[in-house]
């Protein structure tokens, strides 16, 4: 069964400019593990509505993504929010989804200070539509 979650990482992972960036194992959905070196991507839904029509429910839908996109500089992380967005720009299809149109709110600068360090957050809320093939 196909996956959303694995198959919009995968095609984050997929894209080059963003990994030439960040690195191909730095995209991570809601947990980060331990010791991860910046920078990095965290990923995760913050809303999934499924909409219904008479006859059950649509295949297709728009998910909300919430990517924070952490980094030492500035500079960084909105690049690297930039680049989310670029990946995700153009229709495809990858692992069993067909992702639609993408529109993005942000990035916003939530960073804080993280002992002696101040980490930037660039925070990109994407509407992302979808559907499984």
Request: hydrophobic share 40%.
């Amino acid at each position: 069964m196909a996956d959303f979650a694995i198959a919009l990482k995968e095609r984050l992972a997929g894209h080059v400019p963003l990994t030439n960036l960040i690195g191909s194992n730095r995209l991570h959905w809601v947990k980060v593990p331990q010791g991860v070196d910046l920078p990095y991507v965290r990923l995760q839904v913050i809303s999934d509505p499924r909409p219904q029509h008479l006859q059950g429910y649509d295949s297709a839908r728009v998910s909300r993504v919430q990517c924070d996109c952490f980094s030492t500089k500035w500079g960084e992380a909105r690049a690297t929010a930039g680049l989310i967005v670029q990946a995700l720009a153009s229709p495809t299809s990858i692992g069993g989804i067909f992702f639609g149109r993408v529109t993005a709110d942000g990035p916003r600068d939530l960073g804080e200070d993280v002992g002696d360090t101040f980490i930037h957050r660039a925070s990109v809320d994407l509407l992302v539509e979808h559907r499984t093939l």
